[in-house]
């Protein structure tokens, strides 16, 4: 496995990321365990997951991949050399079920964070990350940006000021962003730096074959304020694979069992993800390892979050870490790419 920094701090992360948000849906608590384990065997010290998991969120399920983890750690002696990574949900009329409407102020980061350390069974978190800003914006695939002013509206000094509160107290280590814009990513620096508080490090924002989004603007931010990607949706929920082309939907694959995902299975990414896997194929290469590989070779990415429902997807997606793609292949993804940028924002 190789291993890379993680903002500023003195943590080496694996290039491979564990992502766990089908456990307690997709996945059984032992088989959640048995990918946990296998992981770190292969190197992985680096383990995802977020209070409102699994996907998709339901108040009968929320909290059960936490939980499931924190079973797996209660067991092990190595809690020291594991970096676990959670998140605190930003607000969602949709979620009342949670704090009765999840907002990003003490009381609900501080509920929040100790339900986690509890049902993760551990004295802290070593990256807390915020899963989605507090402020009306441009996240989860949304173009354009409508400008309003929210007046209630937590403000980002206001939220890091709490969680700096609780790195003073030894339950967070670090705090990183997620499905941020680079206003807010340079807004959280910023209040850093002006008031002494706890700096982010590092973005946990979608990035594939299908969505390079986060090279414009936010890339450069990574490189020069130590902030680096987590890669989620590294596969595009499992398009780039190309399990789904022509109509397919294998038995219980996540866009079978969930129709709501639409994201990446729009007419035109299905269209590109056909040219990618044309391309890995001609060079006799798996097109989910050869996806997985281009997110690896990015360098402001920091780590590659992936997500697997069975043993032999996860043993794959691992290796993609060894996979070295030619210049060749590097100048085909590139000409793809010009031809139909970004097909799934």
Same mark, same amino acid.
């Given at each position: 496995?190789?291993?890379?920094?993680?903002?500023?701090?003195?943590?080496?992360?694996?290039?491979?990321?564990?992502?766990?948000?089908?456990?307690?849906?997709?996945?059984?608590?032992? #088989?959640?365990?048995?990918?946990?384990?296998? &992981?770190?065997?292969?190197?992985?010290?680096?383990?995802?997951?977020? #209070?409102?998991?699994? /996907?998709?969120?339901?108040?009968?399920?929320?909290?059960?991949?936490?939980?499931?983890?924190?079973?797996?750690? !209660?067991?092990?002696?190595?809690?020291?050399?594991?970096?676990?990574?959670?998140?605190?949900?930003?607000?969602?009329?949709?979620?009342?079920? *949670?704090?009765?409407?999840?907002?990003?102020?003490?009381?609900?980061?501080?509920?929040?964070?100790?339900?986690?350390?509890?049902?993760?069974?551990?004295?802290?978190?070593?990256?807390?990350?915020?899963?989605?800003?507090?402020?009306?914006?441009?996240?989860?695939? !949304?173009?354009?940006?409508?400008?309003?002013?929210?007046?209630?509206?937590?403000?980002?000094?206001?939220?890091?000021?709490?969680?700096?509160?609780?790195?003073?107290?030894? !339950?967070?280590?670090?705090?990183?962003?997620?499905?941020?814009?680079?206003?807010?990513?340079?807004?959280?620096?910023?209040?850093?730096?002006?008031?002494?508080?706890?700096?982010?490090?590092?973005?946990?924002?979608?990035?594939?074959?299908?969505?390079?989004?986060?090279?414009?603007?936010? &890339?450069?931010?990574?490189?020069?304020?130590?902030?680096?990607?987590?890669?989620?949706?590294?596969?595009?929920?499992? /398009?780039?694979?190309? !399990?789904?082309?022509?109509?397919?939907?294998?038995?219980?694959?996540? *866009?079978?069992?969930?129709?709501?995902?639409?994201r990446y299975n729009n007419p035109e990414g299905l269209k590109t993800?056909?040219?990618?896997?044309?391309?890995?194929?001609?060079?006799?290469?798996?097109? &989910?390892?050869?996806?997985?590989?281009? /997110?690896?070779?990015?360098?402001?990415?920091?780590?590659?979050?992936?997500?697997?429902?069975?043993?032999?997807?996860?043993?794959?997606?691992?290796?993609?870490?060894?996979?070295?793609?030619?210049?060749?292949?590097?100048?085909?993804?590139?000409?793809?790419?010009?031809?139909?940028?970004?097909?799934?924002?």
């Amino acid at each position: 496995m190789l291993y890379r920094r993680l903002g500023y701090t003195d943590i080496d992360v694996s290039l491979i990321c564990l992502g766990t948000m089908t456990y307690g849906e997709q996945n059984t608590e032992a #088989e959640a365990h048995e990918q946990l384990d296998f &992981a770190v065997e292969h190197g992985i010290n680096f383990i995802d997951t977020a #209070e409102m998991y699994p /996907v998709p969120p339901r108040a009968e399920t929320q909290g059960l991949t936490e939980q499931y983890i924190g079973s797996w750690l !209660k067991r092990r002696i190595d809690r020291d050399k594991l970096v676990i990574a959670s998140k605190v949900v930003g607000p969602a009329d949709w979620m009342s079920y *949670l704090r009765g409407g999840p907002q990003l102020n003490k009381q609900h980061i501080e509920n929040a964070l100790n339900d986690s350390l509890l049902r993760l069974q551990t004295d802290y978190i070593d990256l807390y990350q915020l899963h989605w800003p507090e402020r009306d914006t441009n996240y989860f695939g !949304k173009l354009g940006y409508t400008h309003k002013e929210q007046d209630d509206a937590i403000t980002i000094e206001e939220t890091l000021r709490v969680l700096s509160e609780f790195v003073i107290q030894g !339950k967070i280590r670090h705090i990183g962003i997620s499905n941020e814009t680079p206003w807010g990513a340079m807004e959280y620096l910023r209040l850093a730096e002006t008031y002494d508080l706890p700096r982010i490090v590092s973005i946990q924002n979608p990035y594939n074959l299908l969505n390079r989004t986060y090279e414009i603007g936010l &890339a450069e931010i990574s490189h020069r304020e130590q902030a680096g990607l987590l890669a989620y949706s590294p596969l595009g929920f499992g /398009v780039l694979s190309g !399990k789904y082309l022509d109509g397919a939907r294998p038995p219980g694959a996540r *866009l079978t069992l969930f129709e709501r995902f639409t994201r990446y299975n729009n007419p035109e990414g299905l269209k590109t993800t056909a040219q990618y896997v044309e391309l890995a194929r001609d060079h006799g290469m798996d097109p &989910a390892q050869m996806a997985l590989a281009f /997110v690896n070779s990015r360098e402001f990415v920091t780590s590659t979050i992936i997500g697997a429902t069975s043993m032999q997807q996860l043993r794959d997606n691992i290796e993609s870490f060894a996979v070295q793609l030619s210049d060749d292949i590097l100048q085909n993804i590139e000409t793809i790419h010009q031809s139909q940028a970004n097909p799934c924002p």
